[in-house]
């Protein structure tokens, strides 16, 4: 009885304290990634701070659908699988065109499949796209200008 008790008052406790969706949505917490990138298309400006020579060949284009991603890599265009869950982002495995690019296109094409595949938590905040790792690895976005 006595250990039937204490359950029923730490079960009681846990749910008076415990923050509801509602409660942490309305703190501001971006809770669903996924649906603020459904249809939306991107060009990278920054990694790990510094500024991408190249932006119009750093893309990335979510699908309407909520779970494709596309883009430029350099001289390569990507196209993958993509799937969130709250603010927490997965990017499946990149096929990529296979364009012999110059050093430095080839460069910046490993950079952003490597940092797209290593992203984990996603956040858009005003017009600024960014992905973290877990590692701490930082990519912004900025709208693509077509």
């Not at 927490?88 to 080839?106: D, F, S």
């Not at 490597?114 to 590692?135: C, I, K, P, W």
Request: net charge neutral; charged share 20%; hydrophobic share 40%.
């Amino acid at each position: 009885m006595r250990c039937g008790i204490i359950g029923w008052l730490s079960l009681i406790f846990v749910v008076s304290v415990a923050p509801t969706v509602d409660a942490q949505q309305a703190r501001g917490g971006n809770s669903r990634i996924g649906d603020e990138l459904k249809g939306t298309r991107w060009q990278a400006e920054t990694v790990d701070g510094v500024a991408v020579a190249d932006p119009a060949h750093m893309t990335v284009e979510f699908a309407a659908s909520g779970d494709q991603v596309r883009g430029q890599a350099g001289c390569n265009e990507f196209v993958g699988p993509f799937a969130w869950r709250g603010d927490k982002v997965t990017m499946g495995i990149l096929r990529q065109t296979l364009t012999q690019c110059p050093p430095e296109q080839a460069v910046a094409q490993k950079t952003l499949i490597d940092m797209l595949h290593a992203a984990y938590q996603g956040d858009v905040e005003g017009n600024v796209l960014t992905f973290v790792s877990r590692q701490g690895g930082r990519i912004t976005f900025v709208p693509l200008q077509r």
